[in-house]
């Protein structure tokens, strides 16, 4: 999974508590990215960052923020947690090598809002 | 609204035919169009990608055709496995580093 890892990878949590989601790379990559992937939907793009403290919305960024205080940890808050956000959250970075924007997928993160 | 339009969403084939999977967008701006795999409990990992400026790529069993004007792409594999069965999306990006906008998938099953 080229160097990221997500913590957790399992959550289950209730209704209106805050969850913070925490991916880590040891790549250097520039770029990081939270997609959330729902069946039907395929992945979507929640916010992304382009540096440290650079990070913008994406399509789905209601109910989400995120921080980025190094260029290795890009954190996801969900500040009160409804069920509409229960999906699989996948962290991405990219590094625009030549150009070109490859984007490499953590392993996920399922969570369960109840 | 979904940019990038996939089909089908689900697909069988049998040991050594071959697997296509089609891909359309709208936005001339996307100069950038990746096919991930992915396996269930797994992240999406890169399989192939293509800039428009090329009409065809491939990697060994796997090919990607471009069709700019038809604002179409498409994903053959060849000589498809069993161990191919996987989800595929297909996704597009404009200038470099914005976000991927993903097809909504194309679950590939392979019989023996």
């Known amino acids: ?11 289950v949590t209730e209704t209106g508590t805050p969850v913070t989601l925490r991916c880590h790379q040891t790549e250097n990559h520039r770029y990081m990215y939270w997609y959330r992937q729902d ?15 650079d990070t913008d919305k994406g399509e789905v960024s209601d109910g989400y923020s995120v921080s980025r205080s190094k260029t290795e940890d890009f954190l996801l ?32 993160t399922r969570l369960t809002v109840l | 609204q979904q940019q990038v339009k996939q089909s ?23 100069d950038y169009f990746p096919w991930y795999q992915q ?11 293509i800039r428009p400026d090329v009409s065809e790529k491939k990697e060994g069993r796997f090919t990607i055709s471009f069709n700019k004007s038809a604002k179409q792409f498409s994903l053959h594999i060849m000589d498809s496995q069993p161990g191919d069965s996987a989800t595929y999306f297909c996704a597009a990006s404009t200038r470099p580093g914005y ?3 993903f097809g909504k998938g194309t679950s590939l099953l392979v019989t023996p």
């Open chain 1, 1 to 11: 999974d080229a160097g990221i890892t997500q913590s957790p990878r399992h959550k």
């Open chain 1, 39 to 53: 069946p039907g939907h395929g992945l979507r793009l929640i916010h992304y960052s382009y540096g440290v403290k």
């Open chain 1, 77 to 108: 808050t969900l500040e009160s947690a409804t069920s509409s956000q229960t999906s699989v959250y996948f962290c991405a970075i990219s590094q625009l090598a030549g150009g070109n924007n490859e984007q490499f997928f953590g392993p996920g």
């Open chain 2, 8 to 30: 089908p969403q689900s697909l069988i084939v049998q040991k050594g035919g071959i697997s296509i999977i089609n891909c359309a967008y709208e936005n001339t701006a996307f």
């Open chain 2, 39 to 49: 396996f269930p409990g797994k992240g999406p990992a890169l399989l192939i990608a």
């Open chain 2, 99 to 101: 976000a991927l906008n």
